[in-house]
């Protein structure tokens, strides 16, 4: 494993954690400077080199001040007063950061209230930009339906993906590494075709490459974008799985740990005793897993990833997180029962929408690889509808781009420096040779050309 994600394992000094927590940014860079100058541990090093980028990270996702958060409420709320924006932060609704001594809240505060706390979202002025959830659950529940009464759904879908260099961030006569996601073809996935692509790529991955992309290298104009348009089919099974029908023998395959986030410390061995008790059962101790972190938990926006020491203990005593952080704590949890889980992701895109998305599977013989949705499941839970809550415990829809089959897995061919998201691959990566690309210095768009109902047809 790389060093540098090893290295998040280890503590922090003490002195440079409580300049952390103070926000005092640069005078902890500062004072990381100058250890390493020290002839130090090469895995404390490679912790002080990574808490560099983190500490230039944090400040950027939390910029509004307490006066800021209070007038963007009251612009999106009825009847807003200070102890509200008091409540919702000590709620942990609204996500905040202490940035050289003053607390700053989360850029994204807003939408996570009305996304999370159905009592604000009823209170959001008329006029203002509301998501569609109830179309896209009516979308849902409709698919779920379908995919009961045909045992399966598919669809043909045609996509496009772009990146582009920011121009103030534009190095002239450097080159430039750019990987741009592909679906990976295996599970759902079929007949990927790659349509276009501009410009010409130096390499395209493999269909089954657990991280699939294609790659550019080379020396750019500064208007270049990135591109690729691609189409496949997705077919995805709906199964019923009957927990009298598992099989007394199982596999261990994928119930091994994966230093930094998938780690079996004291408090994951604790939780899941307490979830799964005396249970046997893989698919019951799946489902209790899958029932504490959709009732338990609570979605929530998170900042990059990066900054997150150790994802599931994040989850788990913070009590939040979004799809990623959920499905990473079910699959920490389900290892940590015996019981073989992996990682999906890429995007969620339906006729309403497309974005980022993470999901999981888990593994029982006789049924093999079973999908589980947490996010979605936590959503169900939150409307109190329980035929959805029930199918994300073993199945997920077919509005799904699977980019990823693996956490954290290396891309290929490697860049040089960490990358924007070193766990997964959703909006692409970028690098000069002398520096990544974080953030909003990549312009990304992702754009559904077509997406039609196709004839399912099973594995």
């Known amino acids: 494993m790389d060093l540098t994600l090893k290295s998040l394992m280890v503590p922090l000094p003490e002195d440079i954690q409580k300049l952390k927590g103070y926000g005092a940014f640069d005078l902890a860079i500062k004072i990381i400077d100058s250890r390493l100058q020290e002839d130090i541990p090469s895995i404390l090093r490679a912790r002080l080199e990574l808490e560099k980028v983190i500490l230039q990270r944090i400040p950027g996702e939390y910029r509004y001040s307490e006066m800021d958060a209070l007038q963007k409420m009251e612009a999106m709320f009825h009847d807003v007063t200070p102890a509200d924006l008091t ?72 996509v496009e993906m772009s990146l582009k260099i920011r121009p103030d961030v534009w190095q002239p006569n450097k080159t430039l590494r750019v990987h741009l996601p592909l679906p990976v073809e295996y599970a759902q996935v079929r007949n990927v075709e790659i349509m276009d692509i501009a410009p010409k790529p130096a390499h395209i991955g493999a269909p089954r490459h657990p991280q ?32 009298a029908a598992v099989s007394a023998l199982q596999p261990t395959f994928y119930t091994e740990e994966s230093p930094p986030h998938i780690v079996f410390t004291p408090l994951i061995r604790d939780v899941v005793r307490e979830i799964v008790g005396t249970e046997q059962n893989p698919l019951i101790k799946a489902r209790k897993i899958y029932d504490y972190v959709t009732q338990k938990i609570i979605y929530s926006f998170m900042r990059p990833y990066i900054t997150l020491t150790n994802i599931p203990e994040y989850c788990i005593t913070s009590r939040k997180g979004d799809c990623g952080v959920l499905a990473l704590t079910f699959i920490t949890l389900c290892r940590a029962a015996g019981i073989p889980a992996r990682w999906q992701s890429g995007m969620y895109a339906n006729p309403l929408s497309i974005g980022n998305h993470d999901w999981a599977e888990f593994y029982v013989e006789p049924y093999g690889w079973i999908f ?11 409307a109190k509808n329980t035929e959805r809550h029930d199918f994300y415990a073993t199945n997920i829809d077919p509005f799904r781009i699977p980019y990823a089959s693996a956490f954290q897995h290396p891309m290929h061919p490697p860049l040089k420096h960490l990358r924007n998201d070193p766990y997964d691959n959703q909006n692409g990566e970028a690098e000069y040779e002398d520096r990544p690309l974080f953030g909003d210095e990549r312009i990304t768009k992702s754009t559904m050309i077509a997406i039609e109902p196709f004839e399912y047809a099973e594995a």
């Open 87 to 158: 409540a919702v932060r000590e709620s942990d609704a609204a996500d905040w950061y202490y940035v050289d001594g003053e607390l700053r809240f989360k850029n994204d505060f807003l939408e996570n209230i009305t996304k999370t706390r159905a009592a604000w979202d009823q209170r959001v002025r008329p006029g203002m930009k509301k998501e569609d959830r109830e179309g896209n659950f009516s979308l849902l529940d409709g698919e779920i339906a379908k995919m009961k009464r045909d045992g399966g759904s598919a669809y043909r879908m045609t």
């Open 372 to 382: 589980a949705d947490p996010s979605f499941g936590g959503s169900a839970h939150r």
């Open 212 to 243: 699939r992309t294609v790659y550019f290298e080379g020396i750019y104009d500064a208007e270049e974008v990135f591109s690729v348009r691609f189409s496949f089919e997705n077919h995805t099974a709906y199964v019923n799985p009957d927990p």
